[in-house]
């Protein structure tokens, strides 16, 4: 094969994380040249089983350092952004990951003639009082200025094997007899299988979405806080009661728990201020046509796939008897 008609390469910054590692997936079936840019390449090697001998190579980026940002777009076709930070750690703040390492993904690929996905959330918007949402937001204000062609995709909260929402709580399920309601547990989410995003991030890459155009992304289901919960203890087959912990407690526990260095708090501040505003996708995005279904992809049942992973969580794993909640 010549260097002429080799597949197609898609840079993907954040490969190795929770939504990276199915895009990369998604990818490799579809038989693109596949360049992973992550912080510790000596720690994705998980990925190389996903595609053919070669098809996947590794470079190391950090979003902090442009100059590392221009070497793994180099060359490439596509450009893929699927770095998030839930919480801030050390340097790794929103700011500098989530705005000015998205400002920089996408000048590198705009100077090197790259088309760009970017992944955001629902929610994002660069008047919120969340710091999470509002780095997201102005993120997607430079992107569609700098690459007006860009694909922006805002997917609700996302679930599957490695997802820190319903593992979270299914663990602590195993010790607590009972589960927070932040806020009374009413904010209402509309969870998304990670493989509907991954098949969507695909989708833009063969160039199927609208360039310029932000896609929101929901599951088939919208439901409550507490909903989400009671459905993951059905699955799990235990029982347990539920406090609820108004916004303000809530927001005192996440400051305290967050001047923990060097540990993910299981709650922030920021986090709770998220929990104060819905999570799905707005009337206006379902009637552009903004959505999985505009773009021809059927979003997956929540209690289809939660079975798949949290059978661990279980009195006895995968050998407890159904119906017998502990």
Do not use: M
């Given at each position: 094969m010549t260097l002429s008609n080799l597949p197609p390469l898609v840079t993907i910054f954040g490969g190795s994380g929770f939504v990276g590692r199915h895009v990369v997936r998604a990818l490799a079936k579809r038989g693109y040249r596949i360049r992973v840019a992550?912080?510790?390449?000596?720690?994705?090697?998980h990925l190389q089983p996903l595609g053919n001998v070669g098809q996947i190579s590794f470079?190391?980026?950090?979003?902090?350092?442009?100059?590392?940002?221009d070497r793994a777009v180099d060359g490439a076709d596509h450009v893929i952004n699927c770095v998030g930070v839930l919480f801030e750690n050390g340097r790794n703040t929103f700011d500098a990951?989530?705005?000015?390492?998205?400002?920089?993904?996408?000048?590198?690929?705009?100077?090197?003639?790259?088309?760009?996905?970017?992944?955001?959330?629902?929610?994002?918007?660069?008047?919120?009082?969340?710091?999470?949402?509002?780095?997201?937001?102005r993120a997607e204000a430079a992107?569609?200025?700098?690459?007006?062609?860009?694909?922006?995709?805002?997917?609700?909260?996302?679930?599957?094997?490695?997802?820190?929402?319903?593992?979270?709580?299914?663990e602590m399920a195993r010790f607590s007899p009972v589960l927070p309601l932040i806020g009374g547990g009413n904010t209402?989410?509309?969870?998304?299988?990670?493989?509907?995003?991954?098949?969507?991030?695909?989708?833009?890459?063969?160039?199927?979405?609208?360039?310029?155009?932000?896609?929101?992304?929901?599951?088939?289901?919208?439901?409550?806080?507490r909903e989400c919960l009671d459905i993951m203890l059905k699955t799990i087959d235990r029982k347990r009661s539920f406090v609820s912990l108004p916004f303000g407690i809530a927001s005192l526990m996440g400051s305290v728990a967050s001047l923990v260095p060097f540990i993910e708090p299981p709650l922030t501040a920021d986090q709770v201020v998220l929990l104060k505003s819905d999570n799905v996708v707005s009337a206006m995005a379902e009637t552009e046509g903004r959505t999985f279904a505009g773009i021809g992809i059927e979003p997956t049942m929540l209690e289809s796939i939660?079975?798949?992973?949290?059978?661990?969580?279980?009195?006895?794993?995968q050998y407890t008897r159904t119906g017998r909640a502990a």
């Open positions: 992550v912080r510790r390449p000596d720690l994705a090697g470079v190391q980026a950090n979003l902090r350092y442009r100059n590392s940002v990951v989530q705005d000015f390492g998205a400002r920089a993904v996408a000048e590198a690929a705009r100077a090197t003639g790259a088309t760009l996905t970017h992944i955001s959330a629902i929610g994002a918007d660069a008047r919120s009082d969340s710091s999470y949402a509002r780095t997201k937001g992107i569609l200025e700098i690459l007006p062609t860009a694909v922006i995709l805002r997917p609700s909260i996302i679930f599957g094997p490695e997802d820190g929402f319903f593992n979270k709580f299914a209402r989410f509309q969870p998304v299988y990670v493989t509907d995003v991954a098949e969507a991030v695909a989708r833009s890459v063969d160039g199927k979405l609208a360039g310029g155009t932000i896609y929101e992304l929901g599951g088939p289901q919208v439901l409550s806080f939660l079975p798949t992973y949290l059978v661990r969580y279980r009195p006895h794993g």
